[in-house]
């Protein structure tokens, strides 16, 4: 059987990948971010001995990747990125399932329909999947922020848009800490989970613990507020907890007093890994001027993402609860 696309460019970036750490005693993952390299300034850094020089000479000659789509080489990369974290057991190295990206991707192309130019930020943003992927579902003129703290992941995200030549600006910070950054149309993000070690800069938060230390997830959803312009929306990965924890009474209020919850999707237990994992959709807009509450929030209890027919159902009802949000609302 012929090879699709995104399968030849994942064997090259995993062959060259492997290459390089047989020769270099690196990670998979620190080779495949030397390989995106290679493979974006199309050839090999100046320091490298000849013998792995010309054996990457020789693999980038096997390889075009401006032949490929957008949609190919994002997914090439992520599965190269996928095998480099098997087996890793910290929480922030696993990346948004492909299929909860592309629901993301949806509703943000629902809620900036009828804008010309959309600002975009993810203030969490890992190895850049989610946001390409929803820069790619928006038919606007996007200009994109993104931020992470874990260098590794950065660097990934960094060589994935250049790959797919999408433009973003990307911040190397504590995403808790300030932006120079103004607000945003829309921020989508999948929050990290657990607990924020700086007390110190969590004590700036409404959301703070009332002792010890305070949740990240709680955290990264009042920033992300504050860098939403009024009225403009946010699309966040959550945790299934979120609602249920022994702070949520504060987070509760806090939206109450800051934001519309516009819907939440469950997404079904099968997209990840274990029970424990398993995440929902919240959708927040920001309190404005003209903003009022939504009377009949986006309820919606995914199926398994294999039950084609169920997800076609699933859409159609979204599609039509839009017609008549919007309808009701603007």
Request: charged share 25%.
């Amino acid at each position: 059987m012929e090879k699709s696309n995104v399968e030849v460019l994942f064997s090259w970036l995993d062959e060259t990948s492997e290459l390089i750490q047989q020769h270099m005693n690196e990670t998979y993952l620190g080779s495949l971010t030397l390989t995106m390299d290679i493979l974006f300034y199309q050839e090999p850094p100046e320091e490298l001995d000849d013998i792995v020089s010309d054996k990457l000479k020789n693999a980038l000659s096997k390889i075009d990747v401006s032949s490929y789509k957008t949609e190919e080489v994002r997914k090439a990369v992520q599965l190269a990125i996928l095998k480099g974290m098997k087996g890793s057991t910290q929480q922030q190295h696993l990346m948004t399932p492909e299929t909860v990206a592309m629901i993301v991707g949806y509703l943000a192309d629902k809620f900036m329909d009828g804008k010309e130019r959309v600002k975009l930020f993810d203030p969490a943003s890992g190895t850049g999947n989610l946001i390409t992927t929803v820069m790619e579902q928006l038919k606007q003129n996007v200009e994109a922020y993104a931020s992470e703290v874990d260098p590794t992941l950065i660097e990934l995200a960094v060589l994935n848009a250049n790959l797919q030549k999408k433009q973003i600006e990307f911040f190397h910070q504590d995403s808790l800490r300030p932006f120079l950054l103004d607000p945003v149309d829309l921020v989508i993000a999948d929050l990290p989970v657990g607990y924020y070690p700086d007390d110190v800069q969590a004590s700036n938060y409404e959301l703070k613990a009332d002792e010890g230390h305070s949740y990240a997830h709680h955290l990264f959803i009042e920033q992300a507020l504050k860098y939403t312009k009024d009225a403009g929306y946010l699309v966040l990965v959550i945790p299934e907890f979120l609602f249920d924890s022994d702070q949520s009474d504060k987070l509760n209020k806090f939206l109450h007093n800051h934001a519309h919850i516009v819907g939440v999707i469950r997404l079904p237990e099968s997209a990840f890994k274990s029970k424990n994992n398993t995440k929902s959709i919240l959708i927040l807009q920001k309190k404005g001027e003209h903003t009022k509450d939504v009377k009949q929030p986006l309820l919606v209890q995914m199926p398994s993402f294999k039950n084609a027919n169920a997800m076609a159902d699933i859409l159609q009802q979204m599609n039509a609860w839009f017609e008549t949000y919007y309808t009701k609302n603007n």
